[in-house]
C-alpha cells in the first residue's frame, strides 16, 4: 500500500524551530517532494518542492530564507526544516510526492503546525 507518512509537527513560539519528516512506503518520489500548507478558512497553497535527481529546489516567496526542504534518497525521505517561525506560519502542513512528473498523486494525512506569538 502506497502511503506517505508525516513527522514532526507541534506547537513552537514565534522565532523557533520543527523539523517535518515524510517517509515514503510503496511508493517512490522518483521526480518530485513536495510541501504544501492550508490554514483555517485559506486554500491549500504550495511551500516548498525539490526535484528527487537533482536536488533543486524550489521555495513559496513567504517562506525563503527561513525554510529548507531536504530528501534522503536511502530513506525514501524528504524533510522541511522550518526555522524563524512566524504565527502566519500556523496550518496543516501536507507532505506529497510527484512519482511520474505528472503532478502531485500522493499526499501524507496532514501535520499541524502552530506558532504563537
Known amino acids: 500500500q502506497a502511503q506517505l507518512v508525516e513527522s514532526g509537527g507541534g506547537s513552537v513560539q514565534a522565532g523557533g524551530s520543527l523539523r517535518l519528516s515524510c517517509a515514503a512506503s510503496g511508493l517512490t518520489f522518483s521526480s518530485r517532494g513536495g510541501w504544501f500548507r492550508q490554514a483555517p478558512g485559506k486554500e491549500r497553497e504550495f511551500v516548498a518542492a525539490i526535484n528527487w535527481s537533482t536536488g533543486y529546489r524550489a521555495y513559496a516567496d513567504s517562506v525563503k530564507g527561513r525554510f529548507s526542504i531536504s530528501r534522503d534518497k536511502a530513506k525514501n525521505t524528504v524533510y522541511l526544516q522550518m526555522n524563524s517561525l512566524k504565527p502566519e506560519d500556523t496550518a496543516v502542513y501536507y507532505c506529497?510526492?510527484?512519482?511520474?512528473?505528472?503532478?502531485?498523486?500522493?499526499w501524507g494525512q496532514g501535520l499541524q503546525v502552530t506558532v504563537s506569538s
Open positions: 506529497a510526492a510527484d512519482p511520474r512528473g505528472s503532478g502531485y498523486d500522493n
